[in-house]
C-alpha cells in the first residue's frame, strides 16, 4: 500500500520533500497528476485531506510556516443520490413481509419517518414512541434534536418493544430486495467519475435514504427550509441543502401554495 509520500516523491520526482515545497501551484498539479493516473476525484480528495493533515500537523509542531496548505480545497465528486416518495414509502410499509425483511423494513421506516440517521434511529425505544415529541441527543454531533412522533413510529416501536435489532450492513443489504419487490424500479442516471451509468432506483437505497426521504418529503409537504433544518438537527441551511432532492418542478408546486402566487 502506498503513502502519501510514495505518490509526491513519484510525482515530484525525487526522494527528499521538504514542507516549503508544497505550494498552491504545486498541489494543482498534483492533482491534475492524479487524474492523470487514472484517480477518481474522492481518491484524488483523500490524498489532498491527508497531505493538508501532515502539513498542519507539522506547522503546529513548529516545523515549516509555509500556510499555502490552508488554501486546499478537497474535491469532492457529486454522487447521484435517491430519496422515496411517500406513495414509495406507503408501499414498503403495507408489503407482507416476515422475518429478517421485516425487521429491515421496520427499521429503515424508523428513519423515514423521524430523519435521525441510522445510529440514533436504531437506538429509539419504546418509551420514546410513546411520547408526543422526542427529544434525542445525536450520536454523531451531539447536538441536540427535537422531532415529534409518527403514528407509524409509535407503531413500529411498540411493536418490537424499541428498535428492531439489525446490523446496518444488513439492513442496506435486505432494504434493497424489499424495495425491488414492491416496484421502486426506475432507472436513475449516475455519474460514475467521467462515464454515465444506469441503475435501478433499489440499488441505490441504503440506510441513509431514509434521512433524505424524511428531509425532501417534509419540505414537500409543505414545511419551511429552516423547520426541515431544525427537524435533521443541523445548525445551518447549507447542511440541510445537502439532504434535500427536489426538483425544479416540485419546488414550483410548492411555491404555488404560497400567498404570494395565490394573490391572497
Not at 474522492?42 to 499555502?68: C, D, P, W
Amino acid at each position: 500500500m502506498y503513502s502519501l509520500l510514495d505518490f509526491l516523491q513519484k510525482f515530484i520526482g525525487k526522494a527528499e520533500v521538504s514542507f516549503d515545497e508544497i505550494t498552491y501551484n504545486l498541489y494543482l498539479k498534483f492533482l491534475e497528476w492524479l487524474e492523470q493516473q487514472g484517480y477518481k476525484v474522492n481518491m484524488q480528495g483523500s490524498f489532498i485531506r491527508s497531505l493538508k493533515a501532515v502539513m498542519n500537523e507539522a506547522y503546529k509542531r513548529g516545523l515549516h510556516t509555509n500556510l499555502a496548505y490552508t488554501q486546499f480545497v478537497k474535491p469532492v465528486e457529486k454522487v447521484t443520490t435517491v430519496f422515496l416518495t411517500m406513495d414509495e414509502v406507503d408501499r414498503i410499509y403495507k408489503a407482507e413481509l416476515s422475518g429478517v425483511l421485516e425487521i429491515a423494513r421496520d427499521l429503515f421506516l424508523l428513519g423515514c419517518y423521524t430523519g435521525l440517521r441510522f445510529s440514533d434511529y436504531s437506538r429509539l425505544t419504546k418509551e420514546e414512541g410513546n411520547k408526543e415529541i422526542i427529544t434525542k441527543i445525536q450520536q454523531k454531533t451531539k447536538e441536540e434534536v427535537t422531532i415529534p412522533v409518527h403514528p407509524r413510529v409509535r407503531e413500529i416501536l411498540n411493536k418490537w418493544n424499541g428498535a428492531p435489532e439489525l446490523s446496518v450492513q444488513k439492513m442496506n443489504q435486505h432494504i434493497k430486495t424489499i424495495c425491488a419487490s414492491v416496484g421502486i424500479d426506475d432507472t436513475i442516471e449516475v455519474k460514475d467519475g467521467k462515464k454515465i451509468v444506469y441503475k435501478k432506483k433499489y440499488e441505490m437505497v441504503s440506510s441513509h435514504t431514509a434521512r433524505r426521504t424524511a428531509a425532501t418529503n417534509l419540505l414537500l409537504s409543505g414545511a419551511t427550509i429552516y423547520e426541515v433544518m431544525r427537524f435533521l438537527g443541523h445548525t445551518n441551511v447549507t447542511q440541510t441543502q445537502i439532504y434535500l432532492r427536489v426538483s425544479s418542478a416540485e419546488n414550483a408546486k410548492i411555491l404555488a401554495k404560497n400567498k404570494f402566487f395565490s394573490g391572497e
